[in-house]
């Protein structure tokens, strides 16, 4: 069985969306939904990996630490944003090592120039010690 990939953004709100039912669905009813859909695949028996990829920026990748965290830790990181490439690489790394099965976690950048380049993977799933 193949294992499954989920991946999402922190959402994004056009300042044009301004209608109450719209803002009202998107910011109090989505997270919920997205939460019990989480919950439901992790008790599936379904390998899995979720990652919520901080504020995507359309930058060059591989420059960058990266940082993980749970349950929307990546609020409190210094910075929020991450390079589309770095998540493409996790998620390509996160089929490959086994620290990173059936488990849900952040993802961001440190600051350009602060911090050295993520290149050990393992090392960086195997912070995240507990699943879902």
Known sequence: MFPLQLTSSSPIIPEFLT?????????????????????????????????????LQDKEGDIWELLIGKDDEFFEFETKIVAILD??????????????KCKMFDHASKPKGSGTPTRDFKALFSQMITRF
Do not use: H, M
Not at 34 to 47: D, F, H, M, N, V
Not at 87 to 95: F, K, P, R
């Open 19 to 55: 209608l109450y039912f719209l803002v009202d669905a998107i910011i109090k009813r989505l997270p919920v939904r997205k939460r019990k859909t989480e919950q439901y695949l992790a008790g599936s028996g379904i390998p899995y990996t979720v990652i919520t990829a901080g504020d």
């Open 87 to 100: 998540v493409a690489e996790v998620c390509i790394q996160e089929l490959k090592i086994e620290e990173a």
